[in-house]
């Protein structure tokens, strides 16, 4: 069952921008933290950018100055805003959410199904 939507990605030059979106879908209830992970070929995956229930955003220090995250909690959404991208910026963006599913259950780690951003230099 897919839980969360991920939209953006691509293929883009160094030095160029891409935005990815997640949505949540119906079958999530409440979220608590809610980012963005990636994963490079046979790297582990890394947190790249992450808001925090009480509202804190935490980044990767690679993508300091370059990527901001945003949430909107109103439609259990969030966006990556990726800028000046770099070749090491390439790897799979997964969605990820510390979600119920329903009113007063469990928060688990949910994740989307992965989009590819590839910066060509």
């Known amino acids: 069952q897919v839980q969360l939507v991920e939209s953006g990605g691509g293929l883009v030059q160094a030095g160029e921008s891409l935005r990815l979106s997640c949505a949540a879908t119906?079958?999530?209830?409440?979220?608590?933290?809610m980012g963005w992970y990636r994963q490079a070929p046979g790297k582990q995956r890394e947190l790249v950018a992450i808001?925090?229930?009480?509202?804190?955003?935490d980044y990767a220090e690679s993508v300091v100055g370059r990527f901001t995250i945003s949430r909107d909690n109103a439609k259990k959404m969030v966006t990556l805003t990726m800028n000046s991208l770099k070749p090491e910026d390439t790897a799979v963006y997964y969605c990820?959410?510390?979600?119920?599913?329903?009113?007063?259950?469990?928060?688990?780690?949910?994740w989307g199904q992965g989009t590819q951003v590839t910066v060509s230099s």
């Open positions: 808001v925090r229930s009480v509202g804190k955003r």
């Open positions: 119906e079958s999530i209830y409440g979220i608590a933290d």
């Open positions: 990820y959410a510390d979600a119920q599913s329903y009113y007063n259950g469990p928060y688990r780690p949910k």
